[in-house]
């Protein structure tokens, strides 16, 4: 039994560039939250997707958008990246009617923007 | 907006003594996890606290959920240098989201 996939796992972009990260969830789980981790800071919540629908959304601008597939795999767009976005994002999974309640994470995506 | 905080932000502690981390919301939680982050790993589920002054025991660590449920301790009993990383608790206060606390970095000294 796969726990959650993240790919890639390590991404170099330029400035102003575009994004995209993915995350297969943990077999049985429905729900996606995404996390962006900054050295040496806890994860801050971005959004979280169930039904192929963006549920909850913490305090990121729209540059950030995210997309659920009917397999429950989910994917994280960031436009127009600047230096700041450069961090680890991490992916969660999760039964949506437990909450986060043994939420698992990905081995996560370290992105560096030059 | 939601506030989590944590104190210490660092420990180091020798081989054997014992270790405390506090967890302080700025509003009141529904519920509250702990997680261990290993240096270059992800944060791994350790526990969820949900009555107030609910106290859990996971061998040697022991997790207490306050009265007011606004804060939350994780002591580690006789750490080992397996303890390493650094401890996050994070909050729901309703919302289907959790936020983070800013995370104690523990170093054990063998």
């Known amino acids: 039994d796969a726990g959650v996939t993240q790919s890639p796992t390590h991404l170099i972009k330029t400035r102003g560039q575009q994004v995209t990260l993915r995350c297969s969830p943990k077999?049985?789980?429905?729900?996606v939250s995404w996390y962006q981790q900054a050295l040496g800071q806890g994860p801050q919540f971005i959004f979280q997707?169930?039904?192929?629908?963006?549920?909850q959304r913490g305090n990121f601008p729209d540059r950030f958008s995210g997309h659920q597939f009917p397999n429950y795999s989910s994917e994280l767009n960031v436009n127009a990246l600047l230096l700041g976005d450069s961090a680890l994002y991490l992916c969660?999974?999760?039964?949506?009617?437990?909450?986060?309640?043994?939420?698992?994470f990905g081995q996560g995506t370290r992105l560096t923007v030059v | 907006g939601q506030q989590v905080m944590q104190i210490p932000q660092y420990q180091h502690v020798q081989e054997g003594e014992d270790f405390t981390t506090y967890c302080n919301s700025s509003?009141?939680?529904?519920?509250i996890q702990w997680y261990k982050q290993r240096p270059g790993g992800h944060p791994v589920f350790l526990i969820q606290?949900?009555?107030?002054?609910e106290v859990k025991k996971q061998k040697r660590l022991t997790f207490q959920f306050g009265e007011a449920k606004k804060n939350s301790s994780l002591h580690i009993t006789a750490t080992q240098t397996t303890d390493v990383g650094t401890y996050f608790c994070?909050?729901?206060?309703?919302?289907?989201?959790?936020?983070f606390g800013t995370g104690t970095r523990l170093t054990v000294i063998p």
């Open positions: 969660a999974s999760s039964r949506y009617f437990t909450g986060d309640l043994g939420a698992f």
């Open positions: 077999s049985g789980h429905d729900t």
């Open positions: 997707y169930y039904e192929e629908e963006e549920r």
């Open positions: 509003t009141t939680l529904s519920n």
């Open positions: 606290l949900v009555k107030s002054g």
């Open positions: 994070a909050g729901r206060s309703g919302a289907n989201n959790l936020f």
